[in-house]
């Protein structure tokens, strides 16, 4: 498996794994990361090889501690799109199932996508409708997808209940995504006001990612980051924040999510102070991280304390209302099911 530019200059050791197996073994250790900051549910929106989905098994039966996983294995990508691997020569044979992306063309190559990652049993399915900010040849904020792709994978996954997330950037693509029918929207840099009505008015959730785009631009990143990335992202940072300022104002369900893997899955718990500081309420970030993003993967058991709820509970010491960035911190305890969890269990 030959990685690919972007993963050999972002990914310190630990990160970066020669095969598949390895890969799994860091991928449980990035889980039980996560775990150890309080999130005892996680939304997993696009992985290879088939670890995000064995995992989440493992976790279920019992095999291994970690947080609860709805997995969407590969996220599916146009030929020569934020998924493709634009950066490796052409004369280089790669495996389809770790690419970046599963490649397909027109709405009936997206239908038979999506019915192979329904046969693979996933949770959910993850498109990526514009380019990226850190992918290579990608213009980074224009549609990819074009509206009856788009369309096609929604209708064929609400058939078989799965949800549709949607990676956009730039306006035009997030238009051409939430028209499409996707049911979040990942990043939504630079979203306008029609869209955001058009949003708020389907219900389509807004996932931002601050932090993504920010330990990017921090002093000193030790990720040797291109500079054409580095301007990029400090583009999108300012759309980010001037969509986010108009999706706080109409009202947009907005849920949390950090795209843990562009920086340390340890740091996942980032966003709340960075979404109360561009204005969003310490109540309404601590709902988007419960009970807004139970409703997003379409779990009703959780994401609130109630009778007959899923018993996954964490205490912090102090009141995050108060000061939101307590949720920087690991909690004081995490229970899963009710039983508690023994930090030193986990690893990360």
């Known amino acids: 498996m030959l990685p690919s530019y972007y993963l050999t200059t972002m990914f310190?050791?630990?990160?970066?794994?020669?095969?598949?197996?390895?890969?799994?073994?860091?991928?449980?250790?990035?889980?039980?990361?996560?775990?150890?900051?309080?999130?005892?549910?996680i939304r997993d929106v696009g992985g290879g090889a088939g670890i995000d989905l064995a995992i989440r098994d493992a976790v279920n039966d019992g095999a291994i501690v970690g947080?609860?996983?709805?997995?969407?294995?590969?996220?599916?990508?146009?030929?020569?799109?934020?998924?493709?691997?634009?950066?490796?020569?052409?004369?280089?044979?790669?495996?389809?199932?770790?690419?970046?992306?599963?490649?397909?063309?027109?709405?009936?190559?997206?239908?038979?996508?999506?019915?192979?990652?329904v046969k693979l049993h996933v949770d959910h399915i993850k498109i990526l409708a514009t380019g990226g900010v850190l992918s290579y040849g990608d213009v980074w904020d224009i549609p990819q997808f074009n509206l009856d792709e788009v369309q096609a994978v929604v209708e064929e996954s609400t058939k078989f209940r799965r949800k549709v997330a949607a990676h956009a950037?730039?306006?035009?693509?997030?238009?051409?995504?939430?028209?499409?029918?996707?049911?979040?929207?990942?990043?939504?840099?630079?979203?306008?006001?029609?869209?955001?009505?058009?949003?708020?008015?389907?219900?389509?959730?807004?996932?931002?990612t601050i932090w993504a785009l920010d330990s990017i631009l921090q002093p000193g990143n030790p990720n040797p980051i291109p500079e054409q990335s580095v301007r990029k992202a400090e583009y999108a940072a300012q759309l980010r924040n001037e969509g986010m300022h108009r999706a706080i104002a109409a009202s947009v369900t907005i849920a949390y999510g950090t795209d843990a893997g562009v920086f340390p899955h340890a740091q996942n718990n980032r966003d709340f102070a960075l979404m109360a500081g561009l204005g969003m309420r310490p109540i309404d970030v601590l709902r988007s991280a419960t009970l807004n993003a139970a409703r997003l993967v379409g779990a009703d058991d959780r994401g609130m304390l109630a009778p007959g709820k899923l018993a996954d509970v964490v205490v912090f010491n102090g009141d995050p209302l108060a000061q939101i960035d307590l949720m920087e911190r690991p909690p004081a305890l995490a229970m899963l099911g009710g039983q508690k969890v023994d930090p030193s269990r986990l690893s990360g």
């Open 67 to 117: 947080p609860r996983i709805f997995a969407a294995g590969q996220a599916l990508s146009i030929t020569g799109g934020h998924g493709d691997s634009n950066d490796v020569p052409g004369w280089v044979d790669e495996d389809p199932s770790v690419k970046g992306g599963a490649i397909a063309y027109g709405p009936y190559g997206f239908r038979e996508l999506v019915r192979q990652h």
């Open 169 to 208: 950037h730039g306006d035009p693509g997030i238009a051409v995504a939430v028209e499409g029918g996707v049911h979040s929207v990942e990043h939504g840099t630079g979203v306008g006001e029609k869209t955001l009505h058009s949003m708020q008015q389907r219900g389509t959730n807004l996932v931002p």
């Open 12 to 41: 310190p050791k630990y990160r970066v794994a020669d095969n598949v197996p390895e890969a799994t073994i860091y991928s449980v250790r990035n889980a039980q990361a996560m775990l150890k900051n309080g999130f005892t549910t």
